[in-house]
């Protein structure tokens, strides 16, 4: 199972970013998008990362040219018909995906390795949807993909082992360190993740703290780079409480629970720094 070319459906803000990097490793990729302006968006998004890149001296231009030329955008599916690999990135919904993945049964060569970018959602499931489920494996990147280095590598029940192991190499050829991952719900990173940073909003309910001390705290305190606050903000709190719903709904824990100032956040449309306002009020800072 040799990945020499690689197709990523999707090109927001994860799908440029996977885009990015498998250019950026030397292998041809073609991304896809539903439209030209969404296309041109994410192409845009990797152009301003990698010049970026050039103005700080990680990248001469000639180098970012040559990542660039890798790259082939489209809206066209069937441009994915000779990849040897297929990342999805596209919208966080099982029904979309499922129908995404039984399009591309009819494109992609048999033995083409799928691939699913959730953060949360059952692979053995999406992988059930195609015509080769021995072939189908999680494979989810954190963002900003190009910076974040660890890569959580999820086998369905029905995964080939080698088509795990084509993955895993595929992960460090991109630079990443993969992490194997049972298919279960937040995998390992969000598994741990998301209970404490429900902990930090139960918290600022409880009193215990002003999101400020918390964030504080734990930045101080036990040196993470971001508080709890800062990093919903970050996250999105939408995602957030996406992902915690499906934790809860598998293990019915409280501690998986969206606490109930999460659940009215989002219903306000306060959703963090993408909305302009989460814990933190974004809308006047550049």
Do not use: W
Not at 20 to 32: D, E, N, S
Not at 173 to 179: E, S
């Amino acid at each position: 199972m040799k990945i020499e070319k690689v197709g990523v459906v999707g090109c927001g803000l994860m799908g440029s970013g996977i885009a990015q990097v498998a250019a950026g490793a030397g292998l041809p990729t073609v991304v896809i998008e539903v439209d030209e302006r969404r296309l041109e968006e994410g192409v845009g998004r990797i152009d301003s990362f990698l010049e970026k890149g050039v103005e700080r001296g990680k990248l001469t231009p000639d180098q970012k040219k040559e990542i660039l030329s890798r790259l082939d955008p489209s809206t066209r599916l069937e441009k994915l018909s000779d990849v040897d690999v297929v990342i999805e990135a596209v919208l966080e919904d099982l029904a979309v995906k499922k129908e995404l993945f039984g399009k591309l049964d009819a494109i992609l060569k048999p033995e083409a390795i799928r691939c699913s970018n959730t953060s949360s959602l059952c692979i053995t499931e999406m992988a059930a949807a195609t015509k080769h489920p021995q072939r189908f494996v999680g494979l989810h990147f954190f963002n900003p993909v190009p910076l974040m280095k660890v890569v959580e590598i999820i086998p369905a029940l029905t995964t080939d082992p080698r088509a795990t192991d084509a993955v895993q190499g595929l992960a460090r050829r991109l630079g990443k360190t993969p992490v194997l991952a049972p298919d279960r719900p937040g995998f390992i990173v969000n598994r741990l993740l998301v209970p404490y940073l429900l902990d930090a909003i139960r918290a600022l309910e409880e009193g215990v703290g002003t999101r400020e001390d918390i964030d504080a705290g734990m930045k101080l305190g036990c040196g993470y780079p971001m508080g709890p606050f800062e990093l919903l903000d970050f996250v999105g709190l939408d995602t957030t409480y996406y992902i915690a719903n499906i934790m809860f709904d598998e293990f019915r824990e409280k501690r998986f629970a969206p606490p109930p100032l999460l659940r009215r956040m989002v219903l306000a449309g306060h959703l963090g720094r993408k909305s302009g306002r989460g814990f933190y009020d974004y809308s006047g800072k550049a």
